[in-house]
C-alpha cells in the first residue's frame, strides 16, 4: 500500500503539533511526515494521496517555510492526486485572513489537477474574509484554531479524519 505523504510548515509549532496528532488518528505506520522546510517536488511527485498542512501569517500570508518553497510549489503536476488541506490561524486576531493559506496553496492544487476532498464547514467559526472560502459555507480544508478554540481541536480533527475515510482518502 502506497503511503500518505504529509507535508507541514510552522513557525511556532502549533501546527506541528496538530501535525502529530493526525499521524496518531490516520496511524503512523500510513503517513510519511515531511517538513516543507526540507521538501523538495521530487518528494510531492512520490505521493498518490497529499495532506498539507500550514498556519497563515503576517496579514495572510504563507508560513514561512511554504512561503520559500511557494514557486516550487507551483511547478507541481497534481494530475491524478488526492490532496486534503488544513490549516491553523487565528479568527478573532486576523479575522480578515483568517487560514488564508489553506486558500493559496489549495487553489494552486487545483489549477494544476488535483482533486481536494476534506472540505469543512464554516459554521462555528467567526471571522470576517478568508481565502479559504472558495464556495459560500466551506472552507477548502479543515479551519483548526488553537487561538481561540483550542477545546474543539481534538473532536474537529477525529471528525475529519473519519470524513476523509469516507471520502475515499487513503
Ligand atoms: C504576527 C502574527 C500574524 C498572524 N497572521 C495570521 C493571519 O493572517 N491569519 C490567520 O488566520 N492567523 C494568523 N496568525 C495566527 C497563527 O496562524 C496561529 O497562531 C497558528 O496557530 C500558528 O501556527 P504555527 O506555530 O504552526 O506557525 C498570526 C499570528 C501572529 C503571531
Redesign the pocket.
Known amino acids: 500500500m502506497k503511503k500518505i505523504g504529509l507535508f507541514w510548515g510552522?513557525?511556532?509549532?502549533?501546527?506541528?503539533e496538530i501535525v502529530s496528532i493526525l499521524v496518531d488518528l490516520i496511524g503512523a505506520d500510513k503517513v510519511d511526515s515531511i517538513n516543507v522546510f526540507n521538501a523538495s517536488v521530487e518528494q510531492f511527485d512520490a505521493y498518490d494521496t497529499l495532506l498539507l498542512g500550514l498556519?497563515?501569517?503576517?496579514?495572510?500570508e504563507l508560513?514561512s517555510d511554504w512561503d520559500e518553497f511557494f514557486e516550487s510549489f507551483q511547478q507541481i503536476d497534481f494530475t491524478d492526486k488526492t490532496v486534503a488541506l488544513f490549516g491553523?490561524?487565528?479568527q478573532e486576531?486576523?479575522a480578515e485572513?483568517?487560514?488564508?493559506g489553506v486558500g493559496i496553496i489549495g487553489t494552486i492544487v487545483q489549477q494544476n489537477g488535483g482533486k481536494i476532498v476534506g472540505k469543512w464547514k464554516t459554521e462555528g467559526y467567526e471571522y470576517e474574509a478568508s481565502k479559504a472560502v472558495l464556495e459560500e459555507g466551506w472552507f477548502l480544508g479543515l479551519a483548526i484554531d488553537?487561538?481561540n478554540q483550542p477545546q474543539q481541536t481534538d473532536e474537529r480533527l477525529e471528525q475529519w479524519v473519519a470524513q476523509l475515510k469516507e471520502e475515499g482518502f487513503h
Open positions: 510552522s513557525d511556532t509549532g502549533m501546527t506541528e498556519s497563515t501569517w503576517y496579514d495572510g508560513q491553523l490561524g487565528d486576531g486576523y485572513y483568517f487560514i488564508d488553537e487561538d
